[in-house]
């Protein structure tokens, strides 16, 4: 079964402050890994996936095959970047999301 | 370009009943996802539609069904509604193919009482 695990309900970090939001994942296949975000009062959004391997909104996120994992980085955060993010896991037409991870960047 | 949109936005309903929620897909996209998502989790793939057929689905009991249209709009309906049905329901609309990015709407808050 595929599962993904945010082990951070919550991070809060100062404007300016490197931030990571760690995301592991379980999955027998060849996985494709995506982050999206919502904002307070609005949808839930694409922010990036590992196919792309662009970044954006200064984020990026590689995808380490043999750890397992697919954490998002940014090395300077934003107040703006506050937000709630989800990483997910896509296979048969189906995401399978993590909890989500709560970030908080104070002033 | 329209947005995905849902409706309606909120309904509270009793434990029993039958709901139907609606959602308009964004102008484009032929495929349509609905997501299941409770307080304090991440939204759960309930099912997916392409070509007006159940293209998916996941570990949710048959009284979980749903509807596309050919306009591509949709339609989830649970049936004997149960308190643990209390949720955000999430609708989004993508490009058929695999992974293909989603796109989704507010949400319809569903409260069983």
């Known amino acids: 079964a595929q599962r993904v695990t945010q082990p951070e309900k919550l991070l809060s970090v100062f404007k300016g402050a490197p931030v990571e939001l760690k995301c592991n994942y379980s999955?027998?296949?060849?996985?494709?890994l995506f982050w999206y975000v919502q904002y307070s009062r609005q949808r839930l959004q694409l922010l990036l996936r590992?196919?792309s391997r662009e970044s954006i909104k200064g984020f990026t996120a590689d995808l380490n095959k043999g750890e397992t994992s697919f954490h998002l980085k940014k090395p300077f955060a934003q107040e703006e970047d506050s937000a709630m993010y989800y990483c997910a896991l896509g296979s048969n037409y189906k995401l399978t999301f993590g909890k989500g991870t709560l970030l908080t960047v104070n002033p | 370009e329209t947005g995905v949109t849902q409706s309606p936005t909120h309904l509270i309903k009793t434990r029993g009943q039958q709901v139907t929620l609606r959602c308009s897909s964004q102008s484009g996209h032929n495929t349509v996802s609905w997501y299941q998502q409770a307080l304090g989790q991440g939204p759960q793939f309930i099912f997916q539609?392409?070509?007006?057929?159940?293209?998916g689905r996941g570990n949710f009991p048959p009284r979980f069904s749903g509807l596309q249209f050919p306009n591509y709009s949709s339609e989830l309906n649970v049936n004997a509604l149960e308190l643990d049905d209390s949720a955000l329901y999430l609708c989004?609309?993508?490009?058929?193919?695999?992974?293909?990015?989603?796109?989704f709407g507010n949400g319809t808050r569903l409260t069983v009482t």
């Open positions: 539609y392409y070509r007006e057929e159940e293209n």
């Open positions: 590992h196919i």
């Open positions: 989004a609309s993508s490009l058929v193919g695999d992974n293909s990015p989603l796109h």
């Open positions: 999955y027998s296949g060849s996985p494709e």
